[in-house]
T-cell receptor
Framework: AQTVTQSQPEMSVQEAETVTLSCTYDTSESDYYLFWYKQPPSRQMILVIRQEAYKQQNATENRFSVNFQKAAKSFSLKISDSQLGDAAMYFCAYRSSGLGGSRLTFGEGTQLTVNP | DVKVTQSSRYLVKRTGEKVFLECVQDMDHENMFWYRQDPGLGLRLIYFSYDVKMKEKGDIPEGYSVSREKKERFSLILESASTNQTSMYLC??????????????FGSGTRLTVV
């Protein structure tokens, strides 16, 4: 079974600075998807960014980018020019692309605080 | 613009009660999921369904059951609520097949307290 680990329960960053959230996963599969979700205090989970494992190029969405290291099974999220609205719980998640691959496996989450 | 709706935002129930958590999606998604979220444990899958009347156990199904009579609705049932089921419950839905790449759409959660 796949597992996802986020080793940083809490992180903090100054407004306008850059922060990187770590995520590692364990799988024997070669094709899969990885996601970062954001959960603000409103509790609504929001998809931040996704990465398809067969793509070597790191995904980028505005101020959010990932560092995908397939061999190391690492998928970190970099937030540039941090804003107060980025404060939230962030979850890393894995999804198989094979049959029965509809479920997401989540990490424990990282609580990000943005200081003004 | 609401796409996944959970019937209650907060719920307080007594030990031993039968509890129903309802989830409705309007995106014609094949897959629907129930997770519970606890601090330090992330989201853990309780049950999921990939089609009407179909269900699969997740990682922590004990004490729960589910029902999916219509494609858009997926219900989580706590047969006899216990205090260790106090948690945040999140419903989600997704496409299958090539739609897997898009991840889930989540509801806004039900915070259940069992007293």
């Amino acid at each position: 079974a796949q597992t996802v680990t986020q080793s940083q329960p809490e992180m903090s960053v100054q407004e306008a600075e850059t922060v990187t959230l770590s995520c590692t996963y364990d799988t024997s599969e070669s094709d899969y998807y990885l996601f970062w979700y954001k959960q603000p205090p409103s509790r609504q989970m929001i998809l931040v960014i996704r990465q398809e494992a067969y793509k070597q190029q790191n995904a980028t969405e505005n101020r959010f980018s990932v560092n995908f290291q397939k061999a190391a099974k690492s998928f970190s999220l970099k937030i540039s020019d941090s804003q107060l609205g980025d404060a939230a719980m962030y979850f890393c998640a894995y999804r198989s692309s094979g049959l029965g691959g509809s479920r997401l496996t989540f990490g424990e989450g990282t609580q990000l605080t943005v200081n003004p | 613009d609401v796409k996944v709706t959970q019937s209650s935002r907060y719920l307080v129930k007594r030990t031993g009660e039968k509890v129903f958590l309802e989830c409705v999606q309007d995106m014609d998604h094949e897959n629907m999921f129930w997770y519970r979220q606890d601090p330090g444990l992330g989201l853990r899958l309780i049950y999921f369904s990939y089609d009407v009347k179909m269900k699969e156990k997740g990682d922590i199904p004990e004490g729960y059951s589910v029902s999916r009579e219509k494609k858009e609705r997926f219900s989580l049932i706590l047969e006899s609520a216990s205090t260790n089921q106090t948690s945040m419950y999140l419903c989600a839905s997704s496409f299958s097949g090539t739609g897997l790449v898009y991840g889930y759409t989540f509801g806004s959660g039900t915070r259940l307290t069992v007293v």
